[in-house]
């Protein structure tokens, strides 16, 4: 087993599952995609449009041995992991990186811990 901090990008649902089950499921082939130093790459893969943001989780991802993981550049992402495998993964999610159009100009905002995301994603959008 490796253990890696990788950052992975998807919706605030999505998030929510992951806290709760503390896994990250592979897509219908098998992969995971994740980006090895960069939040700002996968935003585009963590669109939310009910929470008007795009997120961006920094995980402690646990890796068998045994699942295959190659480095390339994939569209809009330079520095992409892919891992392939038929099993969840074991993570950890350490930060939230969240990117909200504020007054016309992107910000981003980072939250710490669990408990902290958790909150912040079950609070409801502003109107």
Do not use: W, Y
């Not at 989780?57 to 891992?83: F, L, M, N, S, Y």
């Not at 910000?107 to 669990?114: A, D, H, I, P, S």
């Amino acid at each position: 087993m490796q253990t890696r901090e990788l950052f992975h990008g998807t919706n605030g649902d999505n998030i929510l599952s992951i806290l709760n089950s503390h896994q990250i499921r592979p897509n219908d082939s098998g992969t995971i995609f994740f980006s090895d130093r960069h939040p700002e790459s996968v935003f585009m893969h963590g669109g939310d449009r009910r929470r008007r943001a795009a997120f961006a989780i920094k995980v402690e991802v646990t890796i068998p041995t045994d699942a295959p993981r190659v480095q390339r550049a994939t569209h809009g992402v330079t520095d992409t992991v892919v891992i392939t495998t038929t099993q969840p993964l074991s993570v950890r999610v350490l930060e939230l990186h969240v990117r909200t159009l504020e007054g016309g100009c992107g910000t981003v905002r980072r939250l710490f811990g669990e408990s902290d995301i958790r909150d912040f994603l079950r609070s409801e959008p502003e109107a």
